[in-house]
């Protein structure tokens, strides 16, 4: 079987690739380029010091979907309480365990290009959550597929949006992208609308594909809400979180390459 690879780096903020490989079944799949590149980095802002939790709170949407009323605001008091017994800031970075509830950000976004890097350890499973939604997914690549559970496929690495519809586009990513633990891995993640794009280390992984409203599949996605790092399996660190709020004319400009693509 022959495996043809043809990397093009756009920029050093990620930006593109294009990939063409023959999997096992020697079925080849092309992967486009992404729509437009990054802003410039003066285009984005930090939304965490590097020092305090300053910024964000703690929050398991999970735990409280069913919730109402008094027992409701009680708990999402409790995790308040709680979150700095579980998440630190050690020499810039944002550190948990994978305990307690995910780090939420006091601000809400809509249309933006988010960037972090992260580095996490064997066996952790853990996410992104845009606009409070599931997610951007983070894997052990390293995980083996098991069959009892065909909709898991940590094996494909991590970026895809997992809590889509099993099977559809942008569920599970293009390429496996993952760099080996110990290294910092870096996402940029653009979302327009429920349009998402995400490239993992510099290789697109979800091409423009909707984010669906895990909360409610009949419904949009929220037009704005926070950002959520989700802890749950092992140690994560995050740092370097930055923000860029993509305005109208931007994200006209960035819809019309994209649908030009397609």
Excluded at 65 to 71: I, M, P, V, W, Y
């Amino acid at each position: 079987m022959i495996m043809k690879h043809s990397i093009h780096i756009v920029s050093s903020l990620a930006l593109a690739v294009c990939l063409t490989s023959c999997d096992k079944a020697g079925k080849a799949a092309a992967l486009s380029t992404p729509a437009a590149a990054a802003p410039a980095a003066s285009a984005f802002r930090s939304i965490f010091n590097g020092k305090d939790l300053t910024g964000f709170y703690g929050l398991n949407p999970h735990s409280v979907a069913k919730l109402e009323g008094a027992k409701k605001e009680e708990a999402l008091k409790k995790m308040r309480e709680e979150f700095a017994q579980h998440w630190k800031v050690e020499n810039g970075e944002l550190v948990n365990i994978g305990t307690g509830p995910y780090a939420t950000t006091e601000e809400e976004f809509g249309d933006i290009e988010f960037l972090i890097e992260y580095k996490t350890v064997a066996g952790a499973d853990s996410g992104i959550y845009m606009r409070a939604t599931p997610q951007v997914q983070i894997w052990d690549k390293n995980q083996v597929f098991d069959p009892a559970k065909p909709t898991r496929k940590p094996h494909l690495g991590s970026g895809g949006l997992f809590n889509n519809t099993p099977d559809t586009p942008g569920r599970d990513p293009l390429v496996i992208a993952d760099k080996p633990f110990g290294e910092w891995n870096s996402f940029r993640i653009r979302q327009i609308g429920a349009r998402t794009w995400v490239w993992l280390n510099d290789q697109l992984v979800v091409d423009g594909n909707v984010m669906e409203n895990y909360w409610d599949k009949t419904q949009p996605l929220p037009a704005k809400g926070p950002i959520m790092l989700q802890t749950h399996g092992g140690e994560i660190r995050w740092r370097n979180l930055q923000v860029h709020e993509i305005g109208v004319e931007e994200a006209k400009k960035i819809l019309a390459e994209a649908n030009a693509k397609k």
